[in-house]
T-cell receptor, first 112, second 114 residues
Framework: DQQVKQNSPSLSVQEGRISILNCDYTNSMFDYFLWYKKYPAEGPTFLIS?????DKNEDGRFTVFLNKSAKHLSLHIVPSQPGDSAVYFC???????????FGAGTRLTVKP | KAGVTQTPRYLIKTRGQQVTLSCSPISGHRSVSWYQQTPGQGLQFLFEYFSETQRNKGNFPGRFSGRQFSNSRSEMNVSTLELGDSALYLCASSLRVTGTDTQYFGPGTRLTVL
């Protein structure tokens, strides 16, 4: 069962604009959320995370927002750069769980 | 610090065969998790090993198995291969003391079943 869903398989934005990637989850036991970025022929790399006690976490151009009541999180990239073009995976786990559930990924293309 | 390594990087097998994939975690990491990535399905969790014990398992048939050695290196085995097993198999290592430890992924093994 898909406990973590990324409903947009792809997203295209212009360089310099904001990229917003969305993720929904169904399991209310999840309380730790992450975003990973994946380039072709490489494994996913950790980007940013947020725990359920927060609703926002910022790291440079990347900000993750968490709406627990809606079971929704989003990743904002501002400003978007061509090097951000990659597949972005949303992931979730419980603090005491030992497996992580991933979404299907969203392919972001940033056009120069 | 060296990253997670996976061998081989590419593998071609035929239906009915079996395959073993290897993963060497980052030094000091005791947890190794395995994932299957297929187009449109994202990363599907296979299992996690911690200190040589399987600590969690995803919803995959018993043809998928794994083990972890005392040096934390892990192997994954798939028996009686099916066409649908063609995928990128990723392993990730972490300290995994808690569920919030960051996982670091290897580059993956691309398995093609003909």
């Amino acid at each position: 069962d898909q406990q973590v869903k990324q409903n947009s398989p792809s997203l295209s934005v212009q360089e310099g604009r904001i990229s917003i990637l969305n993720c929904d989850y169904t399991n209310s036991m999840f309380d730790y959320f992450l975003w990973y970025k994946k380039y072709p022929a490489e494994g996913p790399t950790f980007l940013i995370s947020i725990s359920s006690i927060k609703d926002k976490n910022e790291d440079g151009r990347f900000t993750v927002f968490l709406n627990k009541s809606a079971k929704h999180l989003s990743l904002h990239i501002v400003p978007s750069q061509p090097g951000d073009s990659a597949v972005y995976f949303c992931a979730a786990s419980g603090a005491n769980n030992n497996d992580m559930r991933f979404g299907a990924g969203t392919r972001l293309t940033v056009k120069p | 610090k060296a990253g997670v390594t996976q061998t081989p990087r590419y593998l071609i097998k035929t239906r009915g065969q079996q395959v073993t994939l290897s993963c060497s975690p980052i030094s000091g990491h005791r947890s190794v998790s395995w994932y299957q990535q297929t187009p449109g399905q994202g990363l599907q969790f296979l299992f996690e090993y911690f200190s040589e014990t399987q600590r969690n398992k995803g919803n995959f048939p018993g043809r998928f198995s794994g083990r972890q050695f005392s040096n934390s290196r892990s192997e994954m085995n798939v028996s009686t291969l099916e066409l649908g097993d063609s995928a990128l198999y990723l392993c990730a290592s972490s300290l995994r003391v808690t569920g919030t430890d960051t996982q670091y992924f290897g580059p993956g093994t691309r398995l093609t079943v003909l």
